[in-house]
C-alpha cells in the first residue's frame, strides 16, 4: 500500500450557500455561478501525514499543520469530488500540501510551506484626467500580514510579482497568497 501524503480536514459544508443579514434574514444563493468564490476554504484539521514525501517540497508540515488546526486552502479542494473521503459515515477533505495556504493557531496566522500573505497596498494615481477605474488601483506593493521567511518579516512593504498571486478570504481579510519567491524586494520607507 502506498503512503498517503494528504492532510485530511472536516468542512461544514463543500460550497457556502447561504448569506444571513445583520437582522437575521437568510438568503440562499446558486453556487454553481463563480463556483471559485463559494467554495468551501476553510476546515479543521484531523491528520496529518507521518512520512514526509521530498516532492512535496518543504519538510515544515510535521511543525507547522497539527490536527485540531484551522486550515486555509486552495479553493479547488471543495471544487473536485475526487478529495471527498467518506469513513463510517464521516465526510473528510484531502489536502495535498501545496494547496494549504496557513493555519490558525492561538489567533496567528501562519503561513504553511513557502506561502506568503499580503494586504495589498492601494495607490493614488496622480493625473488631471481623472477615470473612475483608475483612481484607486492596486500595484504590485503590499504589507506582509504572514511570513514564516526571516528575510521577508511580517509588517514589512513589497514589492511582488504580478503573476503567482491569488486572493483568499482569511480570518474576515481578503489577503492575497503567494509563494516567497514572488517577491521581488522589500521597501527600505
Known amino acids: 500500500m502506498q503512503p498517503i501524503y494528504k492532510i485530511f480536514v472536516k468542512i461544514d459544508k463543500r460550497f457556502q450557500d447561504e448569506i444571513e443579514t445583520e437582522s437575521g434574514l437568510k438568503l440562499y444563493k446558486d453556487t454553481s455561478f463563480k463556483q471559485e468564490e463559494n467554495s468551501t476554504i476553510v ?42 473521503i467518506e469513513v463510517d459515515g464521516e465526510e473528510y477533505w484531502m489536502v495535498d500540501y501545496f494547496n494549504a495556504i496557513a493555519v490558525v ?24 484626467l481623472i477615470v473612475p477605474d483608475t483612481v484607486d488601483k492596486e500595484g504590485t506593493r503590499g504589507l506582509v500580514v504572514a511570513s514564516n521567511d526571516p528575510s521577508i518579516p511580517e509588517g514589512s512593504t513589497v514589492e511582488y510579482e504580478e503573476v503567482g498571486k491569488f486572493w483568499n478570504i482569511i480570518e474576515g481579510r481578503r489577503l492575497y497568497c503567494m509563494f516567497n519567491q514572488n517577491i521581488l524586494f522589500i521597501h527600505s520607507d
Open 105 to 128: 493557531r492561538d489567533g496567528k496566522i501562519i503561513p504553511v510551506g513557502d506561502y506568503i500573505l499580503l494586504d495589498p497596498i492601494k495607490e493614488k494615481i496622480d493625473t488631471s
Open 43 to 84: 476546515g479543521q484539521v484531523v491528520a496529518v501525514p507521518d512520512k514526509y514525501d521530498r516532492s512535496m517540497g518543504s519538510e515544515d508540515f510535521k511543525t507547522n499543520v497539527k490536527a485540531g488546526d484551522k486550515l486555509y486552502f486552495h479553493f479547488l479542494v471543495a471544487m473536485d469530488e475526487e478529495n471527498r
